[in-house]
T-cell receptor, first 114, second 114 residues
């Protein structure tokens, strides 16, 4: 069965430090991978995606993610965290052989302190 | 419109009441998805339309849930005889095609069943 795991419910980082939000997936074949961010009482906002090509993907707001096929991971990273990055982050996977639906992880709450 | 619009933003229903949630996708977007997001969880797929055709309804939790998109634009998610476990945020997303380039999510409808 397809699944996405975000092993950390919460990540705490000091402003200016690098941050990593972890994601692993279980999908056969070549999945499409996404990161979304959710602010309180708002919908999901797209950050970045991996479809094919370079394993390092750059996205919005200075975020990037590295696709690692052997480890089935797609960790989200940012070199220098901002307080305004504090939000809920979701990793998602789409099996292109099974239509357009996304399978989401349970989310990771990122807290960046000044 | 500029984004995906959902209405109402908030809905309180008494147990047993029927509710209808509306989604206005971005004009021209072919694909439309409904997701259910319980408190503290990631969104879970409910159903998917391509134009007016409902191609996947595997995520609908029971036959009390029904979705339609009769003219291939606006979609309505209807929940009959609401129960407390139906309390969640219902998210709608649309995309130009089958979602290869990402999806745009609405802000959601928060349904509380009392």
């Amino acid at each position: 069965a397809q699944s996405v795991a975000q092993p950390e419910d919460q990540v705490n980082v000091a402003e200016g430090n690098p941050l990593t939000v972890k994601c692993t997936y279980s999908v056969s074949g070549n999945p499409y991978l996404f990161w979304y961010v959710q602010y309180p009482n708002r919908g999901l906002q797209f950050l970045l995606k991996y479809i094919t090509g370079d394993n390092l993907v750059k996205g919005s707001y200075g975020f990037e993610a590295e696709f690692n096929k052997s480890q089935t991971s797609f960790h989200l990273k940012k070199p220098s965290a901002l307080v305004s990055d504090s939000a809920l982050y979701f990793c998602a996977v789409r099996d292109p052989r099974q239509g357009g639906k996304l399978i989401f992880g349970q989310g990771t709450e990122l807290s960046v302190k000044p | 419109g500029a984004g995906v619009s959902q209405s109402p933003r908030y809905k309180v229903a008494k147990r047993g009441q029927d509710v209808a949630l509306r989604c206005d996708p971005i004009s021209g977007h072919v694909s439309l998805f409904w997701y259910q997001q319980a408190l503290g969880q990631g969104p879970e797929f409910l159903t998917y339309f391509q134009n007016e055709a409902q191609l996947d309804k595997s995520g609908l939790p029971s036959d009390r849930f029904f979705a339609e998109r009769p003219e291939g634009s606006v979609s309505t998610l209807k929940i009959q005889r609401t129960q407390q476990e139906d309390s969640a945020v219902y998210l709608c997303a649309s995309s130009l095609e089958s979602g290869a380039w990402g999806y745009t999510f609405g802000s959601g409808t928060r349904l509380t069943v009392v």
